[in-house]
């Protein structure tokens, strides 16, 4: 469901970028989907980890999104505005790469816990390993990303170029997972 979800929100944020001075006014931005992307994506891999169902931290995996809904609705409500055209919200990336690193780093938990032989097996393995570089990488880009483009904007462009490599692996890891036999 996320494949077709990003492929749908990419395809429209280069659409907007490529043909903006062709739209209106008010849709001349694609930062405001960068928003959106990061919501879907984080309810997308939140519901991944959940259905996992690893008992040991079936707790924490299901109040990571509510403590994601309180924090998006108290920086949208007071700090930041959701559809701002000039920059998209740094936070709410920063804060998604976190939480996502927490289901990520749960799961290798886990994994090591238990006996088995060979960690990197299986379609899950890959989708977490995709996962886990992405938001590694991009963690500390989505954190600076607001405060570089005041300060260097050339900077920031070639530091988005970094997110860019990330997103490329991520989406390669996960396109190796259709194609590895699960061991389990």
Known sequence: ???????????????IGDFKRYFPAWLQSNNPLYNVHSLVRF??????????????????????????????????????NFFN????SGDLLAVEAYLLLIYCMLYYLLRL???????????????????????????????????MIKLNPMLAGKMWTIHNIAYIIFCILIAKAFYVHNKH
């Open 43 to 80: 309810a997308c891999f939140s519901y991944f980890f959940i259905s996992l169902k690893q008992s040991s931290t079936n707790a924490i995996q299901k109040i990571i999104p509510f403590l994601s809904l309180l924090f998006v609705l108290i920086n949208f409500s007071f700090f930041e």
């Open 113 to 147: 816990k238990k006996d088995v032989e060979v960690i990197s097996g299986g379609k899950v393995f890959w989708v977490v390993t995709g996962l886990s570089i992405y938001v590694v990488i991009n963690f500390f880009v989505f954190l600076f990303y607001l405060p």
């Open 1 to 15: 469901m996320y494949l077709w979800l990003a492929l749908l929100f990419n395809f429209i944020a280069d659409v």
């Open 85 to 88: 055209p000039m920059h998209l």
